[in-house]
């Protein structure tokens, strides 16, 4: 069981190897091709800051990536207000990291959904 987790959530295999996701301040979760760092992203969302999900642990505080830092192929970022940069992590702040990502059933899904006369497209991944 334990071996299935880690090769799950590694995300080092087969078709996206060469890529990160990263959940912006909407709560889009967008692909980024690599190579990439954490400034060519910072950029698209100004005022935030770049966090690994796998760094994010309730009661420590946020560990901001670097400009500079580049990014890791398989791995999970947020990005997330500079007002919170000097702030803890909260169990609030993991429950959202999740929804966004955990939503809907097959892992790394996209399904087109209507709503009100409204059509888009959504990825559900985990």
């Known amino acids: ?3 299935y987790a880690s090769c799950a959530l590694s995300g080092g295999h087969g078709r996206y190897s060469k890529s990160a996701k990263v959940i912006f301040p909407g709560g889009e979760v967008r692909r980024v091709d690599l190579p990439v760092n954490a400034a060519e992203l910072m950029l698209d969302a100004p005022n935030h800051f770049l966090v690994s ?3 994010m642990r309730v009661g420590r505080r946020f560990s901001p990536l670097a400009a500079d830092e580049d990014l890791d192929a398989g791995a999970f970022y947020v990005m997330l207000p500079m007002k919170r ?3 803890a992590v909260t169990a609030a702040d993991m ?3 999740w929804s966004p990502a955990g939503e809907g059933g097959g892992r790394g899904s996209s399904r087109t959904r209507r709503r009100r006369g409204k059509t888009w497209r959504t990825w559900r991944g985990r």
């Open 1 to 3: 069981m334990g071996n």
């Open 53 to 55: 999900a796998q760094e």
């Open 85 to 87: 940069v000097n702030s």
């Open 95 to 97: 429950a959202a990291l």
